[in-house]
């Protein structure tokens, strides 16, 4: 509490002119002093608690606290109080904001997108490629084979197995799924026809408690494919398959240009929610992507207001450099310069 | 009253007046504490209504039938129905395997082996009850599943014929049936500890006078020990089943998690309430999370019920063996 009370910023909190691209990594552009508590999604967990890291390195007496408690249970605590912001994977939903209205106005902002990759588990086939319909068709159980002539017309030269394919999905509710899903349902609308949702009632195949149950099972079931954050994938030594965009091209989910190509075509409406333009004929684009939110009061007093104002422009900005070493991809100009308008909104006082 | 004080040894140096109000202290402690456990089970209660009332009254009557969980969907859909059935089918699965292996390691513990065996088996099985539930997870992850395929495999090849083992969906893995085996484990140390004090606490009288009517060892667990034991038993099983009724991490990192009333067991699905609970909280939305808390209010009903059920059975199981 001592700290909290003496807190006071060294420096304004001027909007960064530093370009994510050239800045060093991981040094906030301005420095603030105090105690800041965050919680909500775990999907950028690994990353909040390296800016929180790189942050407290960089300017001593501030220290962020972050809590990986699930999107609704963060926006939740925010609602109630007991956090200084709240961080979602899916957009505020009208019930939310109703909630959060009578306490305040507030600013939803991107802040962290990553790459959502599809891995496998098939003997003898390691550059699988898939196309949005064969995808939706494995998952919506209407390809059960892998030697369906939609996937071998796609892979041709490869010898695929007669293997029957085995579905993973998460058992638990994610705002993962919710993106992948929307991929599904907006790239093939005719097959996947279950929309977009954390816990769609899934037509069949195997569900796993997060993204470690996930990979777990997609490695101990032969014919097995299941989707996770490209941090999982990459940890798991499983092979992921290389995803055709709107330009015909096949791309690895473990391109962060392919997810940043994506990315930067994306529209941001004035309430802070990313619309991912899955049509874009960049042809380095990998379109299952997804972005994350933080949300945060926009009154603040002046402690811990310094500080969440200079760690959240430290995060959108030169922190995103933080992002490829953990999965993450760093977010594309626009989608920056947008977030640090939104910060800057913020009112401290 | 102060001639019958006068008139007890009292020794010493210990007045009478200090001794009451000790007593007293003593009484007043013990009271409050006990009722601190009404109160806070009464406050609990009240909690689990108060923030599941508005999930309760936006889903009606159709929360005890529904079967799908979409309670931050638009329209709100959601139930209890086949979390309940997923609850209750896989609790009940692991008692009919864990009940007469539990049953019988008691038997043999205190009527059949001598104490240097009885004495370090009973510490094992006791150890099986200290392993923290998200070890039995993982181990059910990494472990159980994969070595489980062949057998359900084989289960189902050749008993498709029971509803219990028929799998249309040809997949294997994270089935209700490796819950059960799950639970099966976690329960067996309980129920095992309890019948083997309950066992212990038939009088010596009464195994005597049945051997010394010429009874073999068997007659004599038949006729003397297990209808005096028998409402202990019972308790003791029904407090295996209040653990796997709310048993929630080990099998929500099992379990498939689909929302279907089915008998088939070794299909990838199954749910259970506090599973369901602990892979939904984090990422529900206002709806969603009274709507949680409504299912925790069935659960707790249901423990609630079991253990009243089990307290019966246990007094019932004393005054039979009273009369006897």
Known sequence: VAAAALASACGSSSKGSSSPTTAAAGAPASCATGTLTGAGSTFVQNLALQWSKNYSKACSGATINYQGVGSGAGVTQLTNGTVNFGATDVPLTSAQSDLLQPKGATVQVPWASGGIALMYNLSGVSNLKLDADTIAGIFAGKITKWNDPAITALNQGASLPSTTISTVHRSDSSGTTAAFTLYMSKTSPTTWTLGSSKTPTWPGGQGAKGSDGVTATVGQTPGAIGYAEVSYAQGSGLPVVQVKNASGQFVSAQSTAGVQATMSTATISSAGAVTVDYATTNPAAYPIVTATYVVAFKSQSSSPGNLLKSFLLYAVGTGQSAGPALGYSPLPQNVVTFAEQQINTIAVG | ?324
């Open chain 2, 1 to 324: 009253v102060t001639a019958t004080i006068e008139s007890s040894p009292v020794p010493p140096g210990l007045t009478v007046r200090r001794r009451t109000s000790s007593d007293r202290i003593f009484d007043r402690l013990s009271m409050s504490a006990a009722a601190l456990v009404l109160v806070l089970i009464v406050a609990i209660a009240a909690f689990l209504i108060w923030k599941s009332w508005p999930a309760l009254k936006l889903a009606g009557w159709d929360f005890f039938t529904e079967t799908q969980w979409q309670p931050d969907a638009n329209p709100a859909v959601f139930g209890i129905a086949a979390l309940v059935w997923g609850t209750l089918l896989s609790a009940f699965l692991s008692l009919v395997i864990a009940v007469p292996v539990a049953v019988g390691s008691a038997l043999l513990l205190v009527e059949v082996a001598p104490p240097a065996i009885s004495r370090p088996v009973g510490y094992v099985i006791e150890l099986l009850a200290a392993v923290p539930s998200v070890v039995y997870g993982l181990w059910g992850v990494y472990v159980l599943v994969p070595r489980l395929i062949p057998f359900e495999k084989w289960l189902a090849a050749n008993f498709s014929w029971i509803p219990l083992f028929n799998n249309p969906s040809n997949t294997y893995g994270r089935s209700m049936f490796v819950a059960v085996v799950i639970l099966t484990i976690m329960v067996l140390p309980i129920i095992v500890a309890l019948a083997r004090d309950i066992l212990r606490s038939v009088p010596a009288a009464d195994r005597e006078a049945a051997m010394a009517l010429g009874a073999t060892r068997w007659e004599v667990i038949r006729l003397a020990v297990l209808p005096y034991a028998r409402g202990g038993l019972t308790g003791s099983v029904m407090l295996g089943l209040g653990r796997a009724l709310g048993e929630t991490i080990a099998v929500a990192m099992v379990l498939s998690a689909t929302f279907e009333i089915t008998w088939n067991i070794l299909e990838p699905g199954g749910n259970t309430i506090a599973a369901n609970i602990a892979t939904k909280f984090g990422e529900a939305g206002p709806v969603g999370q009274e709507a949680l808390v409504a299912s925790g209010l069935v659960l707790f009903a249901i423990t609630l019920a079991v253990n009243m059920a089990a307290r019966f059975f246990v007094g019932r199981g004393v005054k039979a063996s009273g009369r006897a």
